[in-house]
């Protein structure tokens, strides 16, 4: 079975652009899909389908997949917008289900 | 807005069961894939579970194969998590999570609950 690899951690400053990338063999044959978590607080849909922006999110949020990676990217990102972001796609290589990334804590300050 | 409350969660003892419920509302339950994603402490978000919109579909982590069953009520609108055989490390907050659309194959969660909390310990 596959795992999807994610940094543990990106910081930038407000204002910057953040780039969040997933690494995993399903990629090239599965869609990926994108949280954010903040501090104690449910997970939110963010980009789905690997570019997909569910109403309600800022456009400052966008996402692409190309081969084994997949990126969310933070165009200008905002002191707001600090959590911790996961990945997430399904993997049928051996059974059926569904995979998370172990999450990227973005800081910006 | 799509409503999901968890219930269900406590502390139970390592061998013992739980059965955790999802109400949801402001949506038709009918027609979306539901599933359940656990957070151990500290840790990342965990895939537990899927179910298609008919009920006739069901997947499973392998950590909780064997132990966790799925289901869910179309009359009650609810979904159920049926949970034996606690371990310790099963001890997580429990999400509720509905699906994009009907499917369980593709199933990925849009909309979540605000979870429960499940600790297995002596």
């Known amino acids: 079975s596959y795992e999807l690899t994610q940094a543990p951690s990106v910081s930038v400053s407000p204002g910057q652009t953040a780039r969040i990338t997933c690494s995993g063999e399903?990629?090239?044959?599965?869609?990926a899909h994108w949280y954010q978590q903040k501090s104690g607080q449910a997970p939110v849909l963010v980009i789905y389908?690997?570019?997909k922006r569910p109403s309600g999110i800022p456009e400052r949020f966008s996402g692409s997949r190309s081969g084994t990676m997949a990126t969310l990217t933070i165009s200008g990102a905002q002191v707001e917008d600090e959590g911790d972001y996961y990945c997430?796609?399904?993997?049928?290589?051996?059974?059926?289900?569904?995979?998370f990334g172990g999450g990227t804590k973005l800081t910006v300050l | 807005e799509v409503q999901l409350v968890e219930s269900g969660g406590g502390l139970v003892q390592p061998g013992g069961s739980l059965r955790l419920s999802c109400a949801a509302s402001?949506?038709?339950?009918?027609?979306?894939?539901m599933g359940w994603v656990r957070q151990a402490p500290g840790k990342g978000l965990e895939w537990v579970s899927t179910i298609s919109a008919t009920g006739d579909s069901t997947y499973y982590a392998d950590s909780v194969k064997g132990r966790f069953t799925i289901s869910r009520d179309k009359s009650k609108s609810t979904l159920f998590l049926q949970m034996n055989s606690l371990r310790a490390e099963d001890t997580a907050v429990y999400y509720c999570a509905k699906g994009h659309d009907s499917s369980a194959y593709y199933y990925f969660p849009d909309s979540w609950g605000q979870g429960t909390q499940v600790t297995v310990s002596s």
């Open positions: 389908e690997d570019s």
């Open positions: 399903p990629l090239p044959n599965r869609n």
């Open positions: 997430y796609s399904i993997d049928s290589s051996i059974y059926h289900r569904g995979v």
């Open positions: 402001r949506f038709t339950f009918n027609t979306y894939a």
